[in-house]
């Protein structure tokens, strides 16, 4: 019964498609409230993996399902979104920035609760779902954006692997959530392969896209457009505009090139003691003009404008549990004193500068950092390093557990008290252990980025590999 009732659903689906395109043309919108082909494919997706999701995320309860109510909405902006393209044309960039804030306030939405409830339990859940929601941001890439689901699918899978960790053996609708979950960014790739391999797909026809994010209504009545306007008159070519002169210096211009051979009997002739090359003393008579030079343009052509990019002010103040420091540029002296246990720091697109944390702090995060130093005391949860490039950290007192990933180029110090701390990376490169010797100098340890996969018969089992040479 369940495979009939699985095949009956199947066969209404591709009812409502062949009825929408029959009515639309496979493209736009009908009237009668048909939607495109691709809607209805997304549509398809939602009712399953999506509903999936929402409702095991419901069976959990708490943040989890509080998180779930956002991606929902993310989920209906998004196709709000799909239902504006498949019946109008692409607008401008000014314009599609403004259909594409509803999709990115949902996304900023999801990523801002896991942040103010980093001491939830579920937090991990949390993460899985802030770490690889800007997925829902495809409509906005150009012209892969099936890689760049994928990658997000992956970064999910950091948390999610820990979620199966804790509840493998506990709980399994925790599992079936995680599955779930995946899912979703599963179906999307395949979705997006299907209708949208080099970007979202806008309607050929129709009119432009305008800001109100709200698809076009067929019209109802009334008078048409007035027609553009007919082209300009034709020129008139039977009068001379330059006077008699014109004709006349055409027929000489005729006349002397129907002389044929007989047209060079009017040159002159050069001698060689005329001639500049041959004759030096004529050299530094007179200023003799260059020519043009080959391939290069009479005048620098102004190169074109590019898109200035916004520049953010920096930030360093404390908002409720969370010192927030972003947007800081070549800041070498940023201090965070007052300091309390249930306190996080997190640090944002910061370059070239240094941090310094005093006392004794929940959590720190540094996330899209170039080139930036982090010194701190004692943290009693977890130091995470996201995104970032040639960062360095300094542990003074305890941390149990570095977090670096999706990181190129880290290199952290570590203290006496603070050896027995663990350090877990994903898809990141170049990082290096610092470890205190007995006469104050620090031992450098490389960490593994190459691994080696065996089936042992039973399991596979990885092992670290070293790279002679």
Request: hydrophobic share 35%.
């Amino acid at each position: 019964m369940a495979e009939l009732a699985s095949l009956v659903q199947r066969l209404e689906v591709a009812v409502g498609r062949l009825e929408s395109m029959s009515g639309s043309g496979g493209s736009a919108g009908s009237a009668g409230g048909a939607v495109s082909a691709y809607v209805e494919a997304y549509d398809e997706i939602v009712r399953g993996s999506v509903a999936q999701y929402l409702s095991l995320s419901q069976k959990i309860g708490g943040d989890v399902q509080k998180h779930a109510e956002m991606m929902k909405q993310g989920f209906s902006n998004e196709r709000q979104l799909l239902v504006t393209a498949s019946s109008s044309q692409k607008p401008s960039e000014a314009v599609l920035m403004s259909l594409l804030q509803p999709v990115s306030k949902a996304i900023q939405q999801v990523q801002t609760f896991r942040e103010s409830n980093r001491t939830s339990p579920l937090f991990n859940h949390l993460s899985a779902v802030s770490e690889s929601v800007a997925a829902l941001g495809w409509v906005a890439m150009d012209p892969k954006p099936g890689p760049y689901v994928k990658e997000m699918q992956d970064a999910a899978m950091f948390y999610t692997n820990r979620v199966l960790k804790e509840y493998k053996e506990k709980d399994k609708t925790h599992v079936d959530w995680v599955k779930a979950y995946l899912s979703i960014w599963t179906d999307f790739q395949s979705y997006i392969k299907q209708h949208h391999t080099t970007g979202l797909t806008w309607s050929k026809s129709g009119p432009v896209a305008s800001a109100s994010a709200a698809p076009p209504s067929a019209p109802a009545g009334g008078c048409p457009p007035p027609p553009p306007p007919g082209p300009p008159p034709p020129m008139d070519l039977s009068g001379s505009s330059g006077g008699g002169g014109d004709a006349d210096d055409r027929n000489a211009l005729f006349a002397s090139i129907n002389k044929g051979s007989d047209i060079t009997k009017g040159l002159k002739h050069v001698s060689d003691d005329q001639k500049t090359h041959k004759n030096p003393n004529l050299r530094g008579q007179a200023q003799v003009r260059a020519g043009p030079k080959p391939f290069a343009s009479s005048a620098p052509r102004p190169a074109a404008s590019a898109t200035p990019t916004r520049t953010l002010p920096p930030v360093l103040e404390l908002e409720g549990k969370k010192w927030k420091v972003e947007n800081q540029e070549g800041a070498q002296d940023l201090v965070i004193s007052d300091t309390e246990l249930k306190q996080v720091v997190y640090a944002f697109k910061c370059n070239k500068s240094t941090l310094r944390v005093n006392g004794k702090i929940n959590s720190i995060i540094v996330d899209n950092c170039k080139k930036m130093g982090l010194v701190f005391d004692d943290v009693v949860g977890i130091v995470e390093i996201i995104n970032c490039k040639d960062v360095k950290i300094q542990v003074m007192g305890k941390v149990p557990t570095i977090s670096i990933n999706k990181t190129d180029g880290c290199h952290v110090y570590l203290s006496k008290d603070s050896l027995s701390c663990e350090i877990v990376s994903a898809k990141s490169s170049e990082m290096n252990i610092l470890v205190p010797q007995n006469d104050g100098e620090f031992s450098e340890l490389p960490v593994p980025e190459q691994f080696k996969t065996v089936w042992d018969g039973s399991k596979l089992v990885t092992t670290a590999t070293e790279i002679a040479g």
